[in-house]
C-alpha cells in the first residue's frame, strides 16, 4: 500500500457529514476564482498605499500561478482518486493540486510582503504568517479529505506553489535594486 493510498482511506474512515460540508466550503476558498479575488483586494490595498513592488509580487504570481499550474496537470496528467471516494466532480488532471498551488502562491506572494513590511519580532507578523500558513495547509488537506487528490498531488502543489511565488519575489527585489 502506497502512502497516498493509506492516507486516502484514513480521509474516507473519518468522514462525517458536518465536517464534509465544512472542508467543502473552506475547499472554495482556495480555488482559482478564490484566490484571484483575495489577490485582486490584496493588490488594490497595496496599490493604494503606494507598494507597487508589493502589488506585482502578489498580482504577477497569482496571475501567472494558473497557467503554470495547468500546464503542469497537463504535462503530468495524473489521474484523480477513484469514485466513490471522490467527494467532487472533477475533469482535470490530478498532479499537481491546483487548491494547493494556488493557495501557496499566494499565501508565500502575502507572506512575503509581511517580511518586507512589518519588522522582525513583531506579534503582527508572527500570527499572520502562521495564518497563511495554515490557511494552504488547510485548503491542501480538504482536497485530500474530499479525494479530489492524492497527498503526494497537494504536496507537489505546495512546493511548486512556493517555488513560483518565490521567483516572482525574486525578480521583483532584483529588477528594484537595478532601477
Known amino acids: 500500500m502506497t502512502v497516498d493510498t493509506a492516507v486516502l482511506e484514513w480521509a474516507v474512515s473519518v468522514r462525517e457529514p458536518w465536517l464534509t460540508t465544512a472542508i467543502t466550503v473552506l475547499t472554495h476558498t482556495g480555488g482559482g476564482v478564490a484566490t484571484t479575488l483575495f489577490a485582486a483586494a490584496a493588490t488594490l490595498l497595496l496599490v493604494r498605499a503606494d507598494r507597487p513592488s508589493d502589488a506585482l509580487i502578489v498580482a504577477g504570481a497569482v496571475l501567472t500561478g494558473w497557467p503554470v499550474m ?36 499566494l499565501a508565500t506572494a502575502l507572506a512575503a510582503v509581511v517580511v518586507r513590511t512589518w519588522p522582525r519580532g513583531d506579534r503582527c507578523r508572527t500570527v499572520t504568517l502562521a495564518g497563511l500558513a495554515g490557511y494552504t495547509v488547510a485548503i491542501g488537506l480538504s482536497r485530500v ?6 497527498l503526494t498531488d497537494v504536496v507537489a502543489g505546495w512546493i511548486f506553489g512556493i517555488v513560483w511565488a518565490l521567483l516572482w519575489v525574486w525578480l521583483i527585489t532584483r529588477v528594484r535594486i537595478r532601477l
Open 145 to 150: 479529505y474530499l479525494a479530489a487528490h492524492w
Open 70 to 105: 495547468s500546464l503542469l496537470k497537463n504535462l503530468f496528467g495524473r489521474a484523480r482518486p477513484p469514485e466513490p471516494e471522490r467527494l467532487l466532480v472533477l475533469h482535470t488532471e490530478s498532479f499537481p493540486s491546483g487548491h494547493a498551488m494556488t493557495s501557496a502562491i
